[in-house]
C-alpha cells in the first residue's frame, strides 16, 4: 500500500516533536470516513524492544485478519535499531520508522489499523495511533493497556461486566473511553485514532475480542509475534 511521507524522522528534540505534533492535529477528523459494513481486513501492529550492547532494537509485526471470521491472512515484520531516545508522549517518533517498513512489506490491504498504545488519548491528541494515521492514510484506532494522566485527570473504572465503559473527559472534551474487555480482568482505554468516531471504534474492539485476552485478537497476536521475534533477534 502506498505510505504518505508527510515528514521525515530526523527530528532530534522534544520541541520540534511537539511542534510536528500540534501541526498535524490540526488535521485530525473524528468521524468516519467509510461505512462499517465495508470493513472487512483488520490489521493490529505492535512492537517489541531490547537492549545489546548498549544499543536499544525493536521488533515490528502486523498481523491481518479477517474482520468477520478472525482467520489470520498476512504477517509482515521488520526490525532495527531504535535511533530516537524515550520521551513519554512522544513514542510515535521512536515505532514510525518500523510500522513504516512492516507495511512496505503487505501484499493484503488492510481497511483499518489497530494499534497498542494510545491515539486521541493523548495531550496533544497525538498518539501512535493517530499520528501512523497521516502516513497510512486509514482509519485508526488506538487500544492502550494502561493510562498516562493528561493534566492530572484520572479515569472512573468501569463495571465488571464485558461492554462496560466510561469516557475520559478531560477540560470538557472526550479523550477517550476506559472498556471492560473481560470481566474482572483490567480494562483496556480505547482512543480513535483518525478518520473515524469513538463508537465506531468501539464497536470495532468489541467485535475482535475473545475469551483468550483483554485486548482485541489482531493486537494480540501481534504482540505475540513481536515477543517470539524478540528473544531470536536477542540471541543472534
Known amino acids: 500500500m502506498e505510505i504518505n511521507f508527510i515528514h521525515d524522522f530526523n527530528v532530534n528534540s522534544e520541541e520540534e516533536f511537539s511542534k510536528i505534533q500540534k501541526r498535524l492535529a490540526k488535521n485530525i477528523t473524528l468521524r468516519n470516513s467509510f461505512y462499517i ?12 524492544y531490547w537492549i545489546k550492547d548498549e544499543e536499544e532494537y ?36 521512536r515505532e514510525l520508522p518500523l510500522i513504516i517498513k512492516a507495511v512496505e512489506k503487505l501484499k493484503i490491504e ?31 484506532i488506538g487500544v ?9 485527570i484520572d479515569f472512573e473504572m468501569p463495571k465488571g461486566e464485558i461492554g462496560s465503559y466510561n469516557d475520559i473527559v478531560i477540560d470538557n472534551e472526550v479523550y477517550g473511553r476506559v472498556l471492560r474487555s473481560r470481566s474482572n480482568v483490567k480494562p483496556i482505554f480505547i482512543s480513535c485514532g483518525n478518520y473515524i468516531d469513538l463508537e465506531t471504534s468501539t464497536e470495532i474492539i468489541m467485535n475482535l475480542l475473545n475469551k ?25
Do not use: Q, W
Open 144 to 152: 492502550a493497556k494502561s493510562y498516562l494522566k493528561i493534566k492530572g
Open 58 to 93: 525493536a521488533a515490528c509485526c502486523i498481523v491481518i485478519i479477517d474482520y468477520k471470521t478472525k482467520e489470520v491472512l498476512e504477517k509482515v515484520y521488520s526490525y532495527g535499531k531504535i535511533e530516537e531516545p524515550y520521551i513519554p508522549g512522544y513514542l510515535a517518533f
Open 212 to 236: 483468550d485476552s483483554r485486548i482485541p485478537i489482531p493486537v494480540r497476536l501481534a504482540d505475540l509475534e513481536t515477543h517470539i521475534m524478540r528473544e531470536k533477534l536477542k540471541n543472534l
Open 110 to 140: 488492510p481497511d483499518i489499523f489497530i494499534f497498542d498504545g494510545n491515539g486521541y488519548l493523548h495531550f496533544n491528541h497525538m498518539g501512535s495511533a493517530t499520528h501512523a494515521s497521516f502516513f497510512l492514510n486509514k482509519p485508526t
Open 37 to 48: 459494513d465495508d470493513i472487512k481486513i483488520c490489521a493490529g501492529v505492535d512492537l517489541a
